[in-house]
T-cell receptor, first 111, second 115 residues
């Protein structure tokens, strides 16, 4: 059974810092990995999608990497801003086409 | 595009009542997903449809839950009878292509409280 773990559960950093969020998964047989952002009381917004054959994806200040063999992904946020404060969720699409989510990392960027 | 539209935003009901949640996916999207989010269990996939056909409903917790997609622009998730443990945020999401390739677009969710 696929399990997705995110570390840390919560993170507080001062504005301007570069930071890394971690995601690990137990079964390397995945179709893709996605990073989402969730603001309080809102739905999820897709940030980056990495296909299983890819190693990384970039969008603006965000960079996500994927090491399928080791079951790990990282989300790198450069020059963090207070507006980046949210919960970040990692999800993998498994061999049965189900998207399995981690429990998320709550990020607070302090002005 | 207005995005995925869910209604109602909030629903408060009493145990034993029937609850119907509604979802309008993004026009042109072929896949639709229903998720449930709780503090204890996080986000769980309940069911997903491809071209209006249920593909996998193994996440539906029990027979009290049912979902339909009568056409490409509308889906419902029904709970009958509802129980307090069904209290959660229910999300609908759609994607434009096959489930393996595309990003999911989520609605704002329905906050369900069963008293």
């Amino acid at each position: 059974k696929q399990e997705v773990t995110q570390i840390p559960a919560a993170l507080s950093v001062p504005e301007g810092e570069n930071l890394v969020l971690n995601c690990s998964f137990t079964d390397s047989a995945i179709y893709n990995l996605q990073w989402f952002r969730q603001d309080p009381g809102k739905g999820l917004t897709s940030l980056l999608l990495i296909q299983s054959s890819q190693r990384e994806q970039t969008s603006g200040r965000l960079n996500a990497s994927l090491d399928k063999s080791s079951g790990r992904s990282t989300l790198y946020i450069a020059a963090s801003q207070p507006g980046d404060s949210a919960t970040y969720l990692c999800a993998v699409m498994d061999s049965s086409y189900k998207l399995i989510f981690g429990s998320g990392t709550r990020l607070l960027v302090r002005p | 595009d207005a995005g995925v539209i869910q209604s109602p935003r909030h629903e408060v009901t009493e145990m034993g009542q029937e609850v119907t949640l509604r979802c309008k996916p993004i026009s042109g999207h072929n896949s639709l997903f229903w998720y449930r989010q709780t503090m204890m269990r996080g986000l769980e996939l309940l069911i997903y449809f491809n071209n209006n056909v249920p593909i996998d409903d193994s996440g539906m917790p029990e027979d009290r839950f049912s979902a339909k997609m009568p056409n490409a622009s509308f889906s419902t998730l029904k709970i009958q009878p509802s129980e307090p443990r069904d209290s959660a945020v229910y999300f609908c999401a759609s994607s434009p292509g096959g489930a393996s390739r595309e990003k999911l677009f989520f609605g704002s969710g329905t906050q369900l409280s069963v008293l």
